[in-house]
T-cell receptor, first 113, second 114 residues
């Protein structure tokens, strides 16, 4: 595997379910990001991790819980989501925090029913 | 605040047509400007960048010039191909609270027909 991978690619979940999104980067980067991409809206930065420490949380509801066990892996744990949380969730990584050159994964298309 | 406005899509062109996707920005300070591209089923990729006024970024036949006087960074290509069909995102990077942040536009979907 090369680059940034995300699993699953598609996920349908009910509002009472608990699920997790996984991101893995094979680029040797030190920073990882979660973005939310909704139709007709700009990409929204959700979380930033640098050297496995969360350095940014952009007022994201607590029903989204990130985890970064090491510099290659990033998770987004989901519970009691709302239908408006349906979106494409993109993971990205960069060599360091504070760089614009981010490498994105293909995303997980989440549908909350 | 910092924001990016790009033309609403979708944009549909025939192969070999000229492409312009408009992008304007509002920023405090001196931003760097970028175009990212998202091909179907893939993540965003950095297409080109310009870090100061009057810089021209270019890649794969695409160009964009950083115009400070008009706060614009329009994307152009002289002759599009079917393989250019994708969503294009204009973005800026500003220093905020000691860190760089990427601010994206909403994206413009381009479809190129043979």
């Amino acid at each position: 595997e090369t680059g940034v991978t995300q699993t699953p690619r598609h996920l349908v979940m009910g509002m009472t379910n608990k699920k997790s999104l996984k991101c893995e980067q094979h680029l040797g980067h030190n920073a990882m990001y979660w973005y939310k991409q909704s139709a007709k809206k700009p990409l929204e930065l959700m979380f930033v991790y640098s050297l496995e420490e969360r350095v940014e949380n952009n007022s994201v509801p607590s029903r989204f819980s990130p985890e970064c066990p090491n510099s290659s892996h990033l998770f987004l744990h989901l519970h009691t989501l709302q239908p408006e949380d349906s979106a494409l969730y993109l993971c990205a990584s960069s060599q360091e925090q504070n760089t614009y050159e981010q490498y994105f994964g293909p995303g997980t298309r989440l549908t909350v029913t | 605040g910092n924001s990016v406005t790009q033309m609403e899509g979708p944009v549909t062109l025939s192969e070999e047509a000229f492409l312009t996707i408009n992008c304007t920005y509002t920023a405090t300070g001196y931003p760097s400007l970028f175009w990212y591209v998202q091909y179907p089923g893939e993540g965003l990729q950095l297409l080109l960048k310009a870090t100061k006024a009057d810089d021209k970024g270019s890649n794969k036949g695409f160009e964009a010039t950083y115009r400070k006087e008009t706060t614009s960074f329009h994307l152009e290509k002289g002759s599009v191909q079917v393989s250019d069909s994708a969503v294009y995102f204009c973005a800026l990077s500003v220093s905020q609270g000691g860190s760089e942040k990427l601010v994206f536009g909403k994206g413009t979907k381009l479809t190129v027909n043979p």
